[in-house]
């Protein structure tokens, strides 16, 4: 069954057979659809900052392990014994 529209200019006409009376879009079920859009677009948002926080703090951390070991510098150049 695909996703209903709930946009306003959507009209179900008789093309739509294949729906039963029971599936037309009801307030209460818009009300619903509302609720969990915008609960998931919370969720999303809220995933996306715990994301980029743990993102710093692991580039953070990384660069102050490379310098604390040295591994930032140029490299000494070794002679070839050949």
Do not use: C, H
């Not at 729906?19 to 079920?29: D, G, K, M, R, V």
């Amino acid at each position: 069954m695909p996703f209903p529209d709930f946009s306003e200019e959507s009209k179900l006409d008789d093309s739509n057979q294949d729906l039963s009376a029971s599936e037309f879009i009801t307030p209460e079920n818009r009300e619903r659809y509302e609720k969990a859009k915008q609960s998931a677009r919370r969720l999303y948002l809220i995933l996306l900052a715990i994301g980029l926080v743990l993102g710093i703090l692991a580039a953070i951390g990384v660069v102050s392990f490379l310098r604390q070991f040295g591994l930032t510098g140029v490299p000494v150049q070794v002679e070839s014994t050949e």
